[in-house]
């Protein structure tokens, strides 16, 4: 199947700081791509939907000036936790594909003290 | 608004004893994907199966097994003589069809964690 890679696979920042988490697709090229978050013990939960060239669509209760979404090219889409907070640590996961298949990336474990 | 539920949070197991995992969801869609993901404690999610909201028939891989019923919208995953490379947490999941390339975003279910002691 295809390959999605996400960089960096575990941060650990200051409450107040930014981070910025890169999903990339290694051999296919994404115009979609998605980005989620799990927190422990809990279900995936859908942020929003990255779009090439475009703004990134945001699910409802997810602040998008907290949570910058960049799609720049059709392989890379940046998720920036703005003034990241403790309750802001969870698992993020980012997703694409070729087409009807999702392929999901590692993820990255944030966590901010 | 699509839901996926999956009433067994744990279950837990003696190697080789089969494990049937439940799913059920809602959908105003008439076309939609189903899906059954894997995910080990490095947290990677890993596809196991997809199933198109066309197709009732019943799949085996393996040790795997689905049943899906439309009529009862259930899509239920059996792992046969399970192993301890089988505890993870499963996940059920969904997404439409239609909606292009955006419509590719899943809907899980809550998940099921799976303990399989030898």
Same mark, same amino acid.
């Given at each position: 199947?295809?390959?999605? *890679?996400?960089? @960096?696979?575990?941060?650990?920042?200051?409450?107040?700081?930014?981070?910025?988490?890169?999903?990339?697709?290694?051999?296919?090229?994404?115009?979609?791509?998605?980005?989620?978050?799990?927190?422990?013990?809990?279900? #995936?939960?859908?942020?929003?939907?990255?779009? $090439?060239?475009?703004?990134?669509?945001?699910?409802?209760?997810? $602040?998008?000036?907290?949570? #910058?979404?960049?799609?720049?090219?059709?392989? #890379?889409?940046?998720?920036?936790?703005?003034?990241?907070?403790? $309750?802001?640590?969870?698992?993020?996961?980012?997703?694409?594909?070729?087409?009807?298949?999702?392929?999901?990336? @590692?993820?990255?474990?944030?966590?901010?003290? | 608004?699509?839901?996926?539920?999956?009433? %067994?949070?744990?279950? *837990?197991?003696?190697?080789?004893?089969?494990?049937?995992?439940?799913?059920?969801?809602?959908?105003?869609?008439?076309?939609?994907?189903?899906?059954?993901?894997? %995910?080990?404690?490095?947290?990677?999610?890993?596809?196991?199966?997809?199933?198109?909201? /066309?197709?009732?028939?019943?799949?085996?891989?393996?040790?795997?097994?689905?049943?899906?019923?439309?009529?009862? *919208?259930? /899509?239920?995953?059996?792992?046969?003589?399970?192993?301890?490379?089988?505890?993870?947490?499963?996940?059920?999941?969904?997404?439409?069809?239609?909606?292009?390339?955006?419509?590719?975003?899943?809907?899980?279910?809550?998940?099921?964690?799976?303990?399989?002691? @030898?």
């Amino acid at each position: 199947g295809a390959v999605v *890679s996400q960089h @960096p696979s575990r941060v650990i920042c200051k409450s107040g700081t930014s981070v910025k988490i890169e999903c990339r697709s290694l051999d296919f090229q994404a115009t979609t791509m998605f980005w989620y978050r799990q927190f422990p013990k809990q279900s #995936l939960m859908l942020m929003a939907t990255s779009n $090439e060239g475009s703004k990134a669509t945001y699910e409802q209760g997810v $602040e998008k000036d907290k949570f #910058l979404i960049n799609h720049a090219s059709l392989t #890379l889409s940046t998720l920036t936790v703005t003034s990241a907070h403790p $309750e802001d640590s969870s698992f993020y996961i980012c997703s694409g594909g070729p087409g009807r298949e999702q392929y999901f990336g @590692p993820g990255t474990r944030l966590t901010v003290t | 608004a699509q839901k996926v539920t999956q009433a %067994q949070t744990e279950i *837990s197991v003696v190697e080789k004893e089969d494990v049937t995992l439940d799913c059920v969801y809602e959908t105003r869609d008439t076309t939609y994907y189903l899906f059954w993901y894997k %995910q080990p404690p490095s947290g990677e999610l890993v596809f196991l199966i997809r199933r198109n909201s /066309f197709d009732e028939q019943n799949e085996i891989s393996g040790r795997y097994s689905w049943n899906f019923q439309k009529s009862t *919208s259930s /899509f239920n995953f059996t792992i046969t003589a399970s192993q301890v490379v089988d505890s993870a947490v499963y996940f059920c999941a969904l997404s439409e069809i239609s909606g292009g390339a955006a419509g590719n975003k899943l809907t899980f279910g809550g998940g099921t964690r799976v303990l399989v002691k @030898p």
